[in-house]
């Protein structure tokens, strides 16, 4: 077994003040023996335009706040997940990323993600991630890591299972989706579909969320959960209701042969020789 800690912070448009957040929850994991910390979606800043979002960009060689979080990687040897921008091609928009970087300090992995948040709620946000994010075209394969072996998600890929089955056919045990999601969604949806993946997959799921107030037009709903392979939710940070404004950590064991033993007992198969097939 290993510890798995997931951070909750509150992004602003300031990577300085995101950066001090973050790096009070690295301090965190390490003092509860983490072998990874999972940070959310956007963890570098939190724009309240499109405009802004595109201006703060910075490629990872270029950006305080991705060169701090490989120091302090490197310092306390601990591997970190983090969400972050990076500019896209044209200038017109961002990439919406999320890295894997190593106890090294070095960024060994990178996912764009596929599926962007456009949603207009009534009596509720109305959010276009596709106004200033430009979408990924590929799926990272898992890779291992002391934990297990890690498939890469964020946010909105969510309400896609076809894509965490795909991560779970390239043998994914750990399925993570770093999240920033708006109150009115996370009351209904958050924990359900967090729940509803990892039952389906029988893998852990890892959810690292914002939480609070970014800026005047936007609030996030917080939760920050650890889910097993049997659909048992294992840690869970605090919602906005709670916040104190304070970044926290929840942390879980990650049991590979817990999991390994649920898919032993029910193994799942497909029957993709029906299910794939398209009736012309």
């Known amino acids: 077994?290993?510890?798995?800690?997931?951070?909750?912070?509150?992004?602003?448009?300031?990577?300085?003040?995101?950066l001090i957040q973050c790096q009070v929850l690295i301090k965190k994991a390490v003092a509860a023996g983490a072998k990874a910390l999972f940070l959310p979606e956007a963890s570098d800043y939190i724009a309240p335009s499109a405009a802004e979002t595109i201006s703060l960009a910075r490629s990872?060689?270029?950006s305080t706040f991705v060169k701090g979080l490989q120091q302090s990687a490197a310092q306390h040897q601990l591997p970190i997940n983090v969400g972050i921008h990076e500019p896209a091609t044209g200038g017109k928009r961002v990439k919406n990323t999320l890295i894997w970087i190593d106890e090294k300090g070095e960024i060994v992995q990178r996912y764009q993600k596929l599926h962007l948040f456009d949603v207009e709620i009534k009596d509720g946000p109305v959010l276009r991630e596709s106004n200033s994010v430009e979408p990924g075209n590929a799926v990272?394969?898992?890779?291992?890591?002391e934990l297990g072996i890690v498939g890469l998600m964020i946010c909105f890929d969510l309400r896609f299972p076809a894509l965490s089955s795909r991560m779970?056919?390239?043998?994914?045990?750990?399925?993570?989706?770093p999240s920033?999601?708006?109150?009115?969604?996370?009351?209904?949806?958050?924990?359900?579909?967090?729940?509803?993946?990892?039952?389906e997959t029988q893998s852990y799921v890892i959810a690292a969320a914002q939480v609070g107030s970014h800026n005047e037009k936007r609030v996030s709903y917080g939760h920050s959960i650890i889910v097993d392979a049997w659909?048992?939710?294992v840690a869970e940070a605090g919602g906005v209701e709670e916040w104190k404004g304070e970044p926290e950590i929840c942390v879980a064991?990650?049991?590979i042969g817990v999991l390994e033993k649920v898919r032993r007992e029910m193994p799942l198969h497909p029957r993709r020789d029906v299910?794939?097939?398209?009736?012309?």
């Not at 800690?5 to 300031?14: E, H, K, M």
């Not at 779970?168 to 989706?177: E, F, M, S």
């Open 1 to 18: 077994m290993a510890i798995a800690a997931v951070g909750q912070l509150c992004s602003t448009a300031s990577m300085t003040h995101n």
């Open 60 to 62: 990872t060689e270029n």
């Open 140 to 145: 990272l394969p898992p890779f291992r890591t």
């Open 168 to 177: 779970r056919d390239l043998g994914a045990q750990i399925l993570t989706y």
């Open 180 to 199: 920033a999601f708006t109150v009115p969604t996370g009351k209904v949806h958050w924990e359900t579909l967090l729940r509803a993946r990892a039952i």
């Open 231 to 233: 659909g048992k939710v």
């Open 253 to 255: 064991d990650i049991d």
């Open 275 to 280: 299910v794939d097939v398209v009736e012309k």
